[in-house]
């Protein structure tokens, strides 16, 4: 089975600080790439997911991911967060055709203001 | 458009009461899938459906178990509740989209289940 990991559990920053979160996988067929953001006290809502095509992917907000398949990686990344991105963040992993995706542990994001 | 919508949003249920959760969806979505959600343990799938009348088992299913006789609801059912089921429970469906590419998932708000 494959397995998703997060490394980073708890991140602080301040404001205007630039931000990457790790998120590695183990399959090593085609894989779709989420990454979903928890505001507090919400559900989760699609930040960004990568399919084909172009490795780096912009989504919402000003988050960007790159897929970097020789690293088995999908890392998100925004260069500079504010208060309001204070939430927990998952990446999850789609093996190609399966519709069933494995989520990391999730990061818990705090921006100090 | 209310998306996937859960009731209830909370419940606290003594040891050995039964429950059912229902989800809704009105985007006439195939997929559904039901998660729990742990501190520290991130969302572990518990069951999902591909489609009406379908229904298969996830990575915790034990002690849990589904029903998708239409394909705009979900149930979770908990026969006989335990503390360690004792977690905010969130619905998601999707649609397989096509060949090229998979939809992504949309989440309700979550039901806060609390086991006494």
């Known amino acids: 089975a494959q397995s998703v990991s997060q490394h980073n559990h708890h991140v602080i920053l301040s404001e205007a600080a630039s931000l990457e979160l790790g998120c590695n996988y183990s399959?090593?067929?085609?894989?779709?790439l989420f990454w979903y953001v928890q505001y507090p006290g919400q559900h989760l809502q699609l930040l960004l997911k990568?399919?084909?095509?172009?490795?780096l992917v912009k989504g919402i907000k000003g988050f960007e991911a790159e897929f970097i398949k020789s690293k088995f990686s999908f890392n998100l990344r925004k260069p500079s967060v504010q208060w309001s991105d204070t939430a927990e963040y998952f990446c999850?992993?789609?093996?190609?055709?399966?519709?069933?995706?494995?989520f990391g542990r999730g990061t818990s994001l705090i921006v100090h203001p | 458009n209310a998306g996937v919508t859960q009731t209830p949003k909370f419940r606290v249920l003594k040891t050995g009461q039964s429950m059912t959760l229902l989800c809704a969806q009105d985007?006439?979505?195939?997929?559904m899938y039901w998660y729990r959600q742990d501190p520290g343990m991130g969302l572990r799938l518990i069951h999902y459906?591909?489609?009406?009348?379908?229904?298969a088992k996830g990575e915790v299913p034990d002690g849990y178990n589904v029903s998708r006789l239409k394909k705009q609801n979900f149930l979770l059912g908990l026969e006989s509740a335990a503390p360690s089921q004792t977690s905010v429970y969130f619905c998601?469906?999707?649609?397989?989209?096509?060949?090229?590419?998979?939809?992504?998932?949309?989440f309700g708000d979550g039901t806060r289940l609390s086991i006494l």
């Open positions: 459906s591909v489609g009406e009348g379908t229904t």
């Open positions: 998601a469906s999707s649609d397989p989209g096509t060949a090229i590419s998979n939809q992504p998932q949309h």
């Open positions: 999850a992993v789609e093996t190609g055709g399966s519709y069933i995706p494995t």
């Open positions: 399959y090593g067929g085609t894989v779709n």
């Open positions: 985007m006439n979505h195939e997929y």
């Open positions: 990568y399919f084909s095509g172009d490795p």
